[in-house]
């Protein structure tokens, strides 16, 4: 297939018949009604859920829809991590109801992290279950939150506490929508790219590496396959393993335990999840090092990669970040099992393992830079 365009496959825990398609392709956002009708063919209304600031891309969109018969709506939440509540889950049921939705309806999340994970529990939790369709915005939701099925809000004592896996009916991404992203939001998704080499392939991180310019430029030639590999990579982490049980899938947590810890500190949009992720990724590795599990090297290379996609290493001042702070809401992290905290190490560059024996000690040692 030419760069133009891809078409990753998703067969949730290895079952082909409940699988769905990423369509990653630039100029896609036109076609929405064709994706939707496609693989919704009895749907016959639609709310399409976005933030303040995409309203001007979703609305085209819901006309289009309605331009296929498909009676659809737009519902608007303010943009942020303070969205990620009961309190909007409510609202998209309100919007719904307006319709006079029943169970062939779907809802559709024009956004970025925050609007898929809030619509997709929405849709899970709507007349028990209702059917989503993805279509990214940023590129921290196109290359993980859109894919796999995750979908949750937040509760005041942390983050995600509240959610279910409802896997979409398709994920829809134009990668073109990025030039117009904020800086901050295109390089806080590049830290979940940066992820993705550390967990499961050391010659993507390479590839990372050689063409970091070009990325950061946003150049067309390099993003769609950029998301490819990541969304190939998530693809086969839910294949393996779709509802977390066997430990494959918490390795896409690597660096979250200690970034969930420092938004929850910091409190929701102070630090944006990508900014949190980055250096959460840090102190693991830094912990790793500290273990014997990996090379001084393997955390150099991660920094200055980190550090080239413009992304934070270190906690700012104005944060909370004392170790029995840190601690006592990484203990609330719902991985943890038993207690114990459950951490994503990395063994080496391209392979992270599990750990739920880590002294609370050596986790506080790895907060600041020796």
Same mark, same amino acid.
């Given at each position: 297939?030419?760069i133009?365009?891809?078409?990753v496959?998703?067969s949730p825990?290895g079952?082909?018949a409940?699988?769905?398609?990423?369509?990653?392709e630039?100029?896609?956002?036109?076609?929405l009604?064709r994706?939707?009708?496609?693989?919704?063919?009895?749907?016959?209304?639609a709310?399409?859920?976005?933030?303040?600031?995409?309203?001007?891309?979703?609305?085209?969109?819901?006309?289009?829809?309605?331009?296929?018969?498909?009676?659809?709506?737009?519902?608007v939440?303010?943009?942020g991590?303070?969205?990620?509540? #009961?309190?909007?889950?409510?609202?998209?049921?309100?919007?719904?109801?307006?319709?006079?939705?029943?169970r062939?309806?779907?809802?559709?999340?024009v956004?970025?992290?925050?609007?898929?994970?809030l619509?997709g529990?929405?849709?899970?939790?709507?007349?028990?279950?209702?059917a989503?369709v993805?279509v990214?915005?940023?590129?921290?939701?196109?290359?993980?939150?859109s894919?796999?099925?995750?979908?949750?809000?937040?509760?005041?004592?942390?983050?995600? #506490?509240?959610?279910?896996?409802?896997?979409?009916?398709?994920?829809?991404?134009?990668?073109?929508?990025?030039?117009?992203?904020?800086?901050?939001?295109?390089?806080?998704?590049?830290?979940?790219v940066?992820?993705?080499?550390?967990?499961?392939?050391?010659?993507?991180?390479?590839?990372?590496?050689?063409h970091a310019?070009?990325?950061?430029?946003?150049?067309?030639?390099?993003?769609v396959?950029?998301?490819?590999?990541?969304?190939?990579l998530?693809?086969?982490v839910?294949?393996?393993?779709?509802?977390?049980?066997?430990?494959?899938r918490?390795?896409?947590?690597y660096?979250?335990?200690?970034?969930?810890?420092?938004?929850?500190l910091?409190?929701?949009?102070?630090?944006?999840?990508g900014?949190?992720?980055s250096?959460?990724?840090t102190?693991?590795?830094?912990?790793a090092v500290?273990?014997?599990?990996?090379?001084?090297?393997?955390f150099?290379?991660q920094?200055?990669l980190?550090?080239?996609f413009?992304?934070p290493?270190?906690?700012?001042a104005?944060?909370?970040?004392?170790?029995?702070?840190?601690?006592?809401?990484?203990?609330?992290?719902k991985?943890?099992?038993?207690?114990?905290?459950? #951490?994503? #190490?990395?063994?080496?560059l391209?392979e992270v393992?599990i750990?739920?024996?880590?002294?609370?000690?050596?986790?506080?040692?790895?907060?600041?830079?020796?």
């Amino acid at each position: 297939m030419s760069i133009a365009a891809r078409t990753v496959q998703v067969s949730p825990g290895g079952r082909p018949a409940s699988g769905y398609d990423i369509l990653l392709e630039p100029g896609s956002s036109a076609a929405l009604p064709r994706f939707l009708t496609e693989r919704l063919p009895d749907c016959r209304a639609a709310v399409v859920v976005t933030d303040e600031h995409l309203q001007t891309v979703a609305t085209p969109m819901a006309d289009a829809l309605r331009g296929v018969g498909v009676t659809a709506k737009v519902h608007v939440v303010a943009a942020g991590e303070r969205s990620k509540s #009961l309190e909007s889950m409510h609202g998209i049921f309100e919007a719904l109801l307006d319709l006079k939705a029943d169970r062939r309806a779907c809802l559709v999340a024009v956004g970025g992290g925050v609007v898929g994970d809030l619509t997709g529990y929405a849709a899970a939790s709507y007349m028990r279950g209702i059917a989503l369709v993805q279509v990214p915005t940023s590129l921290l939701a196109m290359v993980d939150s859109s894919v796999g099925g995750k979908t949750g809000v937040n509760l005041p004592r942390g983050k995600n #506490l509240v959610g279910a896996f409802h896997q979409p009916a398709g994920v829809l991404i134009d990668p073109d929508v990025l030039a117009t992203l904020p800086d901050r939001e295109y390089h806080g998704g590049l830290a979940e790219v940066v992820k993705y080499g550390v967990i499961s392939d050391a010659e993507f991180f390479a590839w990372l590496e050689k063409h970091a310019e070009a990325i950061l430029a946003r150049e067309a030639g390099v993003l769609v396959p950029l998301i490819a590999r990541c969304c190939e990579l998530k693809a086969a982490v839910v294949a393996a393993d779709e509802f977390e049980t066997t430990g494959v899938r918490a390795t896409l947590n690597y660096g979250h335990t200690f970034a969930h810890a420092f938004e929850n500190l910091a409190g929701y949009g102070v630090l944006s999840h990508g900014e949190a992720v980055s250096v959460g990724m840090t102190c693991a590795a830094r912990l790793a090092v500290a273990r014997g599990m990996i090379e001084q090297a393997v955390f150099d290379r991660q920094t200055a990669l980190l550090q080239r996609f413009q992304l934070p290493i270190e906690l700012p001042a104005a944060v909370d970040a004392s170790a029995d702070a840190v601690l006592a809401a990484m203990r609330s992290d719902k991985k943890n099992v038993a207690g114990a905290l459950r #951490l994503v #190490l990395p063994v080496r560059l391209g392979e992270v393992r599990i750990f739920a024996d880590v002294p609370e000690e050596q986790v506080a040692a790895a907060l600041v830079a020796s």
